[in-house]
């Protein structure tokens, strides 16, 4: 029992990045959707222009999914350069904390054994039943696994894209052009992986519904152990409150 407490519990820098970051994406994901209406259309490598020479065409998104809620490349810029700051600084300082802490060694790495057909299968398979207490450690194989993903790859690109994107970037970071192959590509991938993010989004917000929104809200708020062991995507945290 206190080994599931002491698992549940989230530290107060936890919760303050998870609002934090939970406010500056909610803000970049429906800025940058007016932005795509500026020009809809999306390239690989360093040019593109034309309608003809662009491997997807994007729908123009309505008002109500855009901030602001009409049509401004302007102001749409401003609130997403606005919210990039919090964005990546929160980025860094969740990840000096869980490397400071050891949380992420010790909680989000997987191992050889996890990767077993047979243990992924089953880990599968419970979670189809919404049975997420089957972990021996803070989270089980598909937690650690999405963590994981968020945390190591989609939100680090969302950053080194949007930096690669921007001109005034080129003097500080050529090479960040070289590494996306281009800044249309860049841009192509910068979008690509915000719908990755609302997919997760989505995922995330679902499962807490299904197991209790009440008490991983308060968790998550309060930090205290109002959850139930082991919850589906229900947090990313930097480790056991002091």
Do not use: C
């Not at 609130?79 to 929160?90: D, E, I, K, R, S």
């Not at 937690?143 to 500080?172: F, W």
Request: charged fraction near 15%.
């Amino acid at each position: 029992m206190t080994g599931d407490r002491e698992r549940n519990r989230h530290a107060a820098p936890t919760r303050i990045w998870h609002w934090i970051n939970l406010i500056a994406i909610v803000v970049l994901f429906m800025s940058g959707l007016n932005i795509s209406n500026a020009h809809p259309y999306l390239y690989w490598g360093e040019w593109g222009f034309a309608p003809e020479q662009a491997w997807l065409e994007v729908p123009r998104f309505p008002g109500w999914m855009t901030i602001p809620g009409f049509y401004s490349l302007a102001k749409a810029r401003d609130w997403h350069l606005l919210m990039a700051f919090p964005f990546a600084f929160g980025l860094l300082f969740i990840w000096i904390a869980m490397l400071w802490n050891r949380h992420f060694p010790r909680d989000l790495m997987t191992h050889r054994r996890e990767w077993r057909w047979q243990a992924v299968r089953r880990d599968i398979g419970q979670h189809l039943r919404l049975d997420f207490t089957h972990a021996d450690g803070k989270y089980n194989f598909l937690q650690k696994l999405a963590y994981g993903l968020v945390l190591g790859v989609l939100l680090p690109v969302m950053v080194l894209t949007g930096m690669a994107i921007s001109p005034g970037m080129d003097a500080a970071f050529p090479w960040l052009l070289d590494i996306f192959g281009g800044r249309q590509s860049a841009r192509s991938i910068h979008f690509l992986f915000a719908w990755g993010l609302f997919g997760f989004f989505v995922i995330h917000v679902a499962l807490v519904l299904l197991t209790g929104p009440i008490g991983h809200l308060r968790s998550m708020t309060l930090g205290g152990d109002h959850e139930p062991a082991n919850p589906p995507f229900a947090k990313t945290d930097t480790g056991d409150a002091a």
